[in-house]
């Protein structure tokens, strides 16, 4: 007889969506052999343009604010792991969900972050969101705020019933080609750099040669990911080679969405 999941075995469930999740990978990286820091700027302004207007963007952000009411006025900050994990079980109980933590340290187990389930596993069937707290705090209060934004936006793209993949730190580039992933990016990199912020580090930028373009947005994209590691405590020091490859993949991702936000949107 097949023996029912429980919420309690939260481990096996993320181990089978690791396992999921690396054949995906594979098959992603036969198809597509781009590196991530090859991708540009302008690439993450294209794939925003074909994947939302302006009023979409808009919706987006009024869908992430009933989490976080203060979305793009200001910062995000979670604190301690401990503090994060309150304010997220405190979240999503009213959003609605129930919220678990996974402790993955092993090597496959940290690629990754999260995943959210519409259907959770449990007896009440609520939806579920889950974070590795193997992680630093920092990227799993990124983890956080992306499969928050699952949830929330879920009712505005009818995805209630579609399962989404897991947030693995070497997927990224992939959602430039993904419309869900990259709306719950969205709400990721509001979170990273509230309008303010992203107007210090990403002005606008004079007509010029498209070459000379691109490397001063990516000045801007150097900038404020320094700054975001500083102010949220991610030392190169403390970390590991693994760790230091997985959080500049990640941050550097939600700053050029934010920077494309504000680019070609005004957001």
């Not at 995000?76 to 999503?92: N, P, V």
């Not at 709306?183 to 930028?205: C, G, H, N, Q, W």
Request: glycine share 6%.
């Amino acid at each position: 007889m097949a023996r029912s999941r429980r919420i309690s075995s939260i481990d096996g469930l993320a181990g089978e969506f690791i396992a999921a999740a690396d054949h995906t990978r594979r098959r992603r990286l036969l198809a597509s052999p781009a590196a991530r820091d090859e991708m540009t700027d302008s690439q993450y302004c294209r794939s925003l343009r074909n994947s939302f207007t302006r009023s979409d963007v808009r919706e987006i952000l009024r869908e992430a604010r009933k989490a976080e009411p203060r979305l793009n006025h200001e910062a995000i900050r979670y604190g301690s792991m401990r503090e994060l994990c309150d304010r997220a079980t405190s979240m999503s109980a009213r959003l609605g969900a129930d919220f678990r933590v996974a402790r993955l340290s092993w090597p496959s187990g940290l690629a990754l972050w999260g995943f959210y389930l519409s259907r959770g596993p449990g007896l009440q069937k609520r939806p579920l969101i889950c974070v590795n707290a193997a992680h630093h705090r920092t990227a799993a209060a990124m983890a956080l705020g992306h499969e928050v934004g699952h949830h929330v936006i879920a009712t505005l793209f009818g995805t209630h019933t579609h399962p989404r993949p897991p947030s693995l730190y070497t997927g990224f580039e992939s959602h430039l080609d993904d419309p869900l992933e990259l709306a719950a990016d969205i709400s990721v990199s509001l979170a990273m750099y509230p309008r303010t912020a992203a107007l210090k580090f990403f002005r606008e930028i004079e007509p010029m040669t498209i070459q000379t373009a691109e490397q001063r947005l990516g000045s801007g994209v150097h900038a404020a990911t320094g700054d975001f590691w500083r102010q949220t405590g991610l030392d190169r020091a403390s970390l590991s080679n693994a760790q230091k490859v997985q959080y500049r993949a990640g941050s550097i991702h939600f700053t050029r969405l934010r920077q494309a936000l504000l680019h070609q949107y005004g957001i």
